[in-house]
């Protein structure tokens, strides 16, 4: 019996070759879908593939009356009902080694940025000013970076800042093998309150939890060394916005540097949005070419393994699994 896959989101040719090639998979793949025509087609799959177009709720779960898997091209599933597939016995994966150099090198060249004022420079020459003095910057050699979560993306900014000779400290209590990788790229693993206090350049790359929303806030910032700089390509979410800002106008924090917010896009009159020290971009971490390669191939085999040959990996609501 075929195996009828929805793709609501563009994915590249080679992701669709993956999905030619398989046994007992046809598909429809039409492009960016609106809401009305995924609610008009989702009810005769058995598969879907999105990216974070479309947001898979209730009502879009209830009309999927065949639904088996959901695989999502990156990272995040903010954009499902984790609850609702679970109940409906709907397995949620996602693709998180596909785009992990992508903001892994995202990471750094944030931190880059903040350390050598390159956005503001570049500003103010293309304003016609030559104002060397006012964009003194500082190294990154001897400088201690604090990874929050260390994972795929944790561990890649790691190798590339040890390539910069910085001191690298990180916190992530939910990696079970957290001391070998950190032993591999000489990382020393250390409590959150340490990492708060000693890091020059604080980079997150945790998941949105109850226990890290909201983990940079008044009472954390204040722990933190005077002139910290943060960095933020993982969840907006894990910011208190109001928070970091009167941190920056107070020089607590030097400057920060932001791919995520909460929400987005951030609507007008964002506290972070602006300020002089704060160097923004528009959730770019998985957008290179590379990336989006990666993650749509990865999403069609994830698919095609689980339907057809019965294996799932990646699977975000594991309890799903269990039955």
Same mark, same amino acid.
């Not at 070759?17 to 046809?26: F, G, H, N, P, S």
């Not at 793949?29 to 809401?35: D, S, Y």
């Given at each position: 019996?075929? #195996?009828?896959?929805?793709?609501?989101?563009? /994915?590249?040719?080679?992701?669709?070759?993956?999905?030619?090639?398989?046994?007992?998979?046809?598909?429809?793949?039409?492009?960016?879908?609106?809401?009305?025509?995924?609610?008009?087609?989702?009810?005769?799959?058995?598969?879907?593939?999105?990216?974070?177009?479309?947001?898979?709720?209730?009502?879009?779960?209830?009309?999927?009356?065949?639904?088996?898997?959901?695989?999502?091209?990156?990272?995040?599933?903010?954009?499902?009902?984790?609850?609702?597939?679970?109940?409906?016995?709907?397995?949620?994966? @996602?693709?998180?080694?596909? %785009?992990?150099?992508?903001?892994?090198?995202?990471?750094?060249?944030?931190?880059?940025a903040l350390a050598r004022n390159i956005p503001a420079a570049h500003s103010s020459m293309a304003e016609g000013r030559w104002d060397r003095k006012t964009f003194m910057g500082t190294e990154l050699r001897g400088k201690t970076?604090?990874?929050?979560?260390?994972?795929?993306?944790?561990?890649?900014?790691?190798?590339?800042?040890?390539?910069?000779?910085?001191?690298?400290?990180?916190?992530?209590?939910?990696?079970?093998?957290?001391?070998?990788?950190?032993?591999?790229?000489?990382?020393?693993?250390?409590?959150?309150?340490?990492?708060?206090?000693?890091?020059?350049?604080?980079?997150? #790359?945790?998941?949105?939890?109850?226990?890290?929303?909201?983990?940079? @806030?008044?009472?954390?910032?204040?722990?933190?060394?005077?002139?910290?700089?943060?960095? %933020?390509?993982?969840?907006?979410?894990?910011?208190?916005?109001?928070?970091?800002?009167?941190?920056?106008?107070?020089?607590?924090?030097? &400057?920060?540097?932001?791919?995520?917010?909460?929400?987005?896009?951030?609507?007008? &009159?964002?506290?972070?949005?602006?300020?002089?020290? /704060?160097?923004?971009?528009?959730?770019?971490?998985?957008?290179?070419?590379?990336?989006?390669?990666?993650?749509?191939?990865?999403?069609?085999?994830?698919?095609?393994?689980?339907?057809?040959?019965?294996?799932?990996? %990646?699977?975000? @609501?594991?309890?799903?699994? %269990?039955?």
């Open positions: 019996m075929a #195996h009828h896959i929805l793709i609501t989101d563009p /994915v590249p040719e080679s992701a669709l070759e993956v999905l030619r090639q398989a046994k007992d998979i046809t598909f429809d793949a039409p492009g960016k879908m609106e809401r009305d025509q995924v609610l008009a087609s989702v009810g005769t799959a058995d598969g879907m593939i999105i990216r974070s177009g479309v947001k898979v709720d209730a009502e879009i779960l209830a009309a999927a009356t065949r639904l088996k898997v959901i695989a999502r091209a990156g990272v995040g599933v903010d954009n499902v009902d984790l609850a609702e597939a679970s109940k409906r016995g709907i397995a949620v994966m @996602n693709t998180p080694a596909g %785009n992990s150099v992508a903001a892994a090198e995202l990471a750094i060249g944030l931190m880059l970076l604090g990874l929050v979560g260390f994972g795929r993306i944790g561990q890649a900014v790691a190798r590339r800042a040890a390539a910069l000779e910085m001191r690298i400290l990180a916190y992530d209590p939910y990696l079970p093998d957290a001391t070998q990788a950190a032993k591999e790229v000489s990382v020393e693993l250390v409590d959150l309150d340490t990492l708060y206090t000693q890091a020059d350049y604080i980079s997150l #790359h945790a998941v949105t939890s109850a226990e890290t929303r909201g983990l940079i @806030n008044q009472t954390s910032i204040a722990k933190m060394k005077k002139g910290v700089r943060v960095i %933020n390509v993982a969840r907006g979410a894990l910011i208190v916005a109001d928070d970091l800002a009167a941190a920056i106008k107070s020089g607590q924090v030097a &400057g920060a540097a932001l791919d995520v917010y909460d929400p987005e896009p951030p609507p007008a &009159g964002y506290p972070l949005v602006g300020l002089p020290e /704060v160097v923004h971009v528009p959730h770019l971490g998985a957008s290179t070419k590379e990336a989006q390669v990666a993650v749509g191939v990865e999403a069609a085999q994830l698919v095609v393994a689980s339907l057809v040959d019965g294996i799932y990996k %990646n699977v975000v @609501n594991q309890d799903v699994l %269990n039955r």
